[in-house]
């Protein structure tokens, strides 16, 4: 009796884990810069009082890279880098912020990293950032900052594409 409880167990094992494996989360794409590649291109918008910029290139050698800068009163306050990279098999955004003498704000070898959540044909949702697709020409990205209180509030930043 005891091989047979054994047996029932474990295919019982095999059968949930081929399960979960056939049925994705609905709308669900895979963790693929491909997947993501509606985010490249040249964004302008405003936030935090003044004008932003964000240039995105298109995915080669397994990342995308992204230029930033807020620029208040006609002088640019800071500036980022950004990648969005693969990394077993998943994706990863990391930045560096520079302010506006390009003198850096995190240490050499420190970065700001957001690890993916999901992804879907509208959405590529990171930890502490996202990226959502309104339409060919316009995307919001929601970013988790934390205020004077030490609260997390979320900023948005409402983008246009330029042609």
């Given at each position: ?10 295919f ?5 884990s ?33 004008i ?6 298109e ?60 992804i ?44």
């Amino acid at each position: 009796m005891k091989p047979l409880f054994t047996l029932i167990f474990l295919f019982s094992l095999l059968s949930f884990s081929q399960t979960k494996k056939e049925t994705p989360i609905k709308g669900q794409l895979s963790p693929t810069l491909k997947n993501c590649k509606w985010i490249s291109g040249t964004w302008h918008g405003e936030a935090f009082g003044g004008i932003t910029e964000e240039i995105w290139s298109e995915p080669s050698g397994g990342s995308m890279m992204a230029s930033f800068k807020l620029i208040n009163e006609g002088k640019v306050s800071f500036y980022e880098i950004e990648i969005i990279r693969e990394v077993e098999n998943s994706l990863i955004l990391q930045l560096k912020h520079f302010d506006n003498n390009l003198k850096g704000w995190e240490t050499k070898n420190e970065t700001v990293d957001f690890p993916l959540k999901e992804i879907t044909p509208n959405r590529v949702v990171f930890e502490g950032m996202s990226f959502e697709k309104i339409s060919d020409t316009e995307m919001n990205i929601y970013v988790d900052i934390k205020n004077d209180n030490g609260e997390i509030e979320v900023v948005t930043f409402n983008y246009k594409k330029r042609q």
